[in-house]
């Protein structure tokens, strides 16, 4: 058994999440970050790399923390904040062992793709932003073949496109 993962991206209409890895998030909207916080509380727990948590720079209140980096040993003990270098499925046992049915997957696109790589991204929600950055970081950073069905699309504001997808197979 393992937690059901949720993918949770913000993106420009060219499909970026980033201009560069070090591009903090700070042009998504206000309507982007309640929804984030919303579902982040509801799930209690967010995945991340090491990249996007360093870009945030602090854990984020009343949610449980899982930072992917190969050097777990470098980081310093954060209360709320679990570094490691397991694989995502070891993630999401562990994480379903803890009482989590579902998590967050935060980004970036490494550890979007180590989850996708591993087949375990079963729910996508992706948030369009009126942006374009024209060359930058995609949602993930390998090839990949992944089917989706839509399930939900809607205005989250009067510029904000907000996106459900299943994952059916892939
Ligand atoms: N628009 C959005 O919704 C959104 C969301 C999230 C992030 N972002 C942006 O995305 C950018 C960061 O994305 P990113 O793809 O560069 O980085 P990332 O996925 O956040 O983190 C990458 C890090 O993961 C660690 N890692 C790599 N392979 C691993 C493995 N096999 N096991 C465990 N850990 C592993 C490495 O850290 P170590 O060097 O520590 O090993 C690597 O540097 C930032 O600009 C951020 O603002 C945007």
């Known amino acids: 058994m393992r937690s059901r993962i949720i993918l949770l991206m913000a993106a ?3 499909g970026k999440i ?7 998030p700070d042009w998504t909207g206000p309507a982007d970050k ?9 799930s209690g727990v967010v995945i991340m790399g090491s990249r996007t948590f360093d870009s945030i720079g602090r854990p984020l209140p009343a949610r449980h923390h899982v930072v992917m980096t190969r050097y777990p040993g470098r980081r310093p003990l954060l209360e709320g904040v679990y570094f490691t270098d397991d694989p995502p499925e070891q993630i999401a046992a562990g994480l379903y062992r803890q009482g989590y049915g579902q998590a967050v997957l935060a980004g970036g696109a ?3 793709t180590l989850f996708a790589q591993a087949g375990l991204i079963d729910e996508i929600v992706l948030t369009v932003s009126p942006r374009i ?6 949602l993930f950073n390998a090839s990949l073949d992944l089917e989706l069905a839509l399930e939900d699309c809607h205005l989250l504001d009067t510029n904000t496109v907000y996106l459900k997808y299943r994952v059916l197979s892939g």
């Open 18 to 24: 980033a201009r560069n890895r070090d591009h903090f």
């Open 110 to 112: 490494v550890a979007n």
């Open 34 to 42: 309640r929804m984030f916080k919303a579902l982040t509380l509801q």
């Open 12 to 14: 420009t209409a060219d």
């Open 133 to 138: 950055f024209g060359s930058g970081l995609g």
